[in-house]
């Protein structure tokens, strides 16, 4: 029976793979079903915090942010955050240059600091047009580039993930950081959106 | 045995994806094949997919770059800013001086 | 006809980009957490790499590919890199899946 959604509904072939392998796997000593709860439960509690918090401070500590630009790894770890196997590259937004991320031939992204991806960045309109027409994809999302800023896609085809470093906006003068990473989303660090002080 | 195959290229060095199209697991795409861009960066030596992907260790490393392409280079109908750039992962056996 | 992958889309024509959220159902999360696991990023054995899912994703049939869902293709292409590394063997997997298919039944007696 399929509860997971409240509906009684049978399993599907995919639900009934899925149950078949991991109790495959428990059995045959590779994993435990403890191991999967507690895997499942991580990913559950990892939304954007984390990358919102290396944002914040990168805002409001221009060392720490260029150390985030030679090597973003391992200024997450400065942090003290829990970022295994990423290889991180954060790319800066400036007046003159506005970045976005895509992986056009899967759905690579930095996970362990952003959580697990959007259904619209996987999605073939996303990966297919993000590198081509960028601007228009942004003008979907309600973002408008002036003409006169350089639009840089960062396609993620290899072993480096990213993460967008948007611009502090106006307004936020003496914000703790906290409050600043707060209006960090996650589109802001995709690239699709900005962060508003409002 | 060396493990590791040293870079080739240095941030700047202006190079052309290579023209090829094999079976397999590539991580190149298929849009930016035959390209002329500059390397941005190193960004390391790292077991090749292709490899890796068939059960193999995928030894000795390549180093990886990233590559800055125009998009008006890379497509021709381009609707965009003249400076538009386009940063990809590519792998040095990927890769040829331009 | 295969010099392009069927996943290899990057500038290709397509719809408009729908800003769809999904909300993740368990067993997508629990697919989610096998390949964590099984690719021994949290410091265990490593079974399989990232680099075998994608490639056995990127051989599913075209309309198979567009058909199934982001996890559907991951479930498939797990098992079946399991069933490549000997994990597990297509009967073991065959014998399992209708043994819980029978417990599903039984249930609903």
Same mark, same amino acid.
């Given at each position: 029976m399929n509860e997971d959604n409240g509906r009684y509904q049978p399993l599907s072939y995919f639900q009934l793979m899925e149950i078949s392998l991991r109790e495959l796997l428990v059995e045959k000593g590779v994993l435990t079903d403890e191991q999967v709860r507690a895997t499942v439960d991580d990913m559950r509690s990892r939304g954007a915090e984390r990358g919102a918090s290396v944002v914040a401070r990168a805002w409001t500590d221009p060392q720490f942010k260029a150390r985030l630009l030679a090597d973003g790894t391992k200024a997450c770890q400065e942090l =003290?955050?829990?970022?295994?196997a990423l290889r991180l590259i954060a790319v800066d937004n400036t007046p003159a240059v506005h970045n976005v991320i895509v992986c056009t031939l899967c759905s690579c992204y930095p996970r362990m600091l952003l959580g697990l991806p959007p259904e619209w960045y996987k999605s073939r309109p996303y990966r297919s047009r993000a590198v081509r027409e960028p601007r228009a994809v942004l003008a979907e999302f309600g973002l408008a580039i002036p003409d006169h800023v350089q639009v840089r896609v960062h396609?993620?085809?290899?072993d480096m993930r990213y993460i967008v470093l948007p611009m502090r906006p106006?307004?936020?003068? =003496?914000?703790?950081e906290e409050r600043l990473a707060g209006i960090v989303t996650r589109d802001c660090m995709i690239g699709v959106a900005v962060p508003k002080a409002a | 045995m060396k493990q590791t195959a040293q870079p080739s290229f240095r941030p700047g060095d202006r190079v052309a994806v290579r023209k090829a199209w094999p079976l397999g697991h590539i991580r190149t795409p298929h849009y930016i094949r035959g390209q002329v861009g500059s390397i941005e960066r190193v960004c390391g030596s790292f077991p090749v997919p292709e490899e890796l992907a068939q059960q193999?260790?995928?030894?000795?490393a390549q180093p990886l770059y990233r590559v800055r392409f125009l998009q008006r280079d890379v497509w021709p109908d381009y609707q965009g800013g003249a400076n538009d750039a386009l940063e990809v992962e590519i792998f040095q056996h990927w890769l040829d001086p331009a | 006809m295969i010099e392009r992958g069927h996943h290899d889309m990057g500038g290709m024509s397509a719809g408009k980009v729908e800003p769809v959220e999904h909300d993740y159902e368990e067993w997508e999360r629990r697919v989610d957490a096998l390949m964590v696991l099984l690719s021994g990023?949290?410091?265990?054995?490593?079974?399989?790499t990232v680099d075998e899912l994608r490639k056995n994703i990127e051989s599913l049939p075209p309309d198979a590919y567009e058909k199934m869902t982001y996890y559907e293709r991951w479930v498939t292409s797990i098992t079946q890199t399991m069933i490549q590394r000997g994990l597990i063997t297509t009967d073991e997997l065959g014998r399992k899946m209708q043994e819980v298919k029978n417990r599903e039944t039984d249930g609903a007696a």
């Open positions: =003290g955050l829990d970022v295994p396609d993620s085809t290899a106006g307004g936020t003068e =003496g914000w703790s | 193999r260790n995928g030894l000795p | 990023i949290r410091g265990g054995p490593k079974r399989m």
